[in-house]
């Protein structure tokens, strides 16, 4: 065990403990692995082996004025308070613009710490005194000013190639990241797996990061669209939602699990969601007119 990551480990069951008295009531901070405490004690005291997942959680906060909620998912890399931490701030009340506003103040904020110093609970602080002017903002650019000027936003697609992608919790961790972030896109299972993600360029980085952290390795993002735009990019998307993609699949059903997905179908797919260029960028193959 490296004794930079044992020390920062017992630093973040530290500030663990501090919020847990913080918010005392249940509900209020929501752990996305609820044994990733204890497997970290575990790990420190020598009875587990294998490091444990990073810690994960999110933080309901009740800002008193205006009346309204933020909940703050942090991540806590495993060197974390010696490498940055990752922290995204939402609320229901905020519209896209307003919020990424805000992530930006509050990551501008949390990068003023140096390294080794835990800044959760100053985070939350920061968002407490500063998050009201982020909901008066999105007040004031509902009413109609002929002198507003739009603000130009990064619509990013990111096109993902896994060898494969077969095991239930990795399915599950996708699909709740892409609904979370509200992007759009799907996640085709099976072999090889390809997700597609779409939306403004925060948020597909933060689901880039999110899902291939701390140990996909067979991952890799093929090909990226990036687009400028003054408005809330919902002209840009190519799908509706985030979605899982079954396609049927030919191979070996047994204990490998090793099936190939039907790419015939996933050209398909592609075609009509005007994404058909993308398919030789993902698998080197030229695809085939319809029409042949």
Known sequence: MSASIKESLQLQLLEMEMLFSMFPNQGEIK?????????????????????????????????????????????????????????????????????LLLNQGLTAYVGTFDPGELCVCAAIQ????????????????????????????????????????YQQDLRKKILEVGKRLDVTGFCMTGKPGIICVEGFKDHCEEFWHTIRYPNWKHISCKHAESVETEG???????????EELLLEAHGDYGLRNDYHMNLGQFLEFLRKHKSEHVFQILFGIESKSSES
């Open 31 to 99: 752990l996305e692995d609820v044994n990733a405490l204890t497997n970290i004690k575990r790990y420190l005291e020598g009875t587990r082996e294998a490091l444990p997942h990073n810690i994960e959680f999110v933080i309901t906060l009740q800002i008193e004025e205006p009346k309204v909620t933020i909940d703050l998912q942090v991540t806590m890399p495993h060197s974390y308070p010696s490498v940055a931490l990752q922290l995204f701030g939402r609320s229901p009340e905020l519209d896209r613009q307003q919020q």
């Open 126 to 165: 920061w968002l407490q005194d500063n998050s009201a002017s982020y909901f008066l903002n999105r007040k004031l650019s509902d009413e109609p000013s002929t002198q507003a000027k739009p603000v130009k936003n990064t619509f990013l697609r990111m096109w993902i190639y896994s060898h494969h992608i």
């Open 232 to 242: 809330n990019g919902e002209d840009l998307r190519l799908f509706q939602s985030f």
